[in-house]
């Protein structure tokens, strides 16, 4: 059901944990939005994800590309990161087939994403920083689980 878990990491490897739980709990065509300040754990998050979806090769930001795609054992992944775009004006259309109902994706900076792209999230994660490695996640569920 639609709810809010939050939680106190106090490393990676905690933070990791609760990317494979959320994992666990997505299907084909979710969205999962993340934000939060640089360095705060994102891509962390996304990599223990994907690994837990099955995906076997290196699990990389996309900051400097935009979108990598991965495969994973049951379907298909997309991570984007949208810190670069800063809101632009981007035609929303040239990232249609980065959320498809085909594959889960996994959205870095997701308020920076183009006017007008329109995408409903299945989860937002929020990562705050707390000091030293400590973060606090909060996940946000928009549908059931």
Avoid: N
Wanted: glycine letters at 12%; aromatic letters at 8%; charged letters at 25%.
């Amino acid at each position: 059901m639609p709810g809010t878990d939050r939680r106190l990491t106090e490393g990676p490897e905690a933070t990791e944990a609760v990317a494979a739980e959320v994992a666990r709990q997505l299907s084909p065509g979710d969205i999962v939005f993340l934000s939060g300040e640089v360095g705060t754990g994102k891509t962390t998050f996304v990599r223990a994800a994907c690994r837990e979806l099955g995906v076997r090769g290196p699990v990389t930001s996309p900051s400097f590309t935009l979108a990598r795609r991965y495969q994973g054992e049951r379907y298909p992944i997309s991570h984007l990161d949208f810190q670069r775009i800063g809101g632009g004006e981007e035609d929303p259309a040239l990232f249609d087939s980065e959320a498809g109902p085909e594959r889960v994706t996994f959205v870095e900076w997701s308020s920076e994403a183009p006017s007008g792209i329109g995408w409903v999230p299945a989860c937002e994660v929020s990562f705050t920083h707390e000091g030293g490695d400590a973060r606090q996640l909060t996940v946000e569920w928009h549908r059931d689980r």
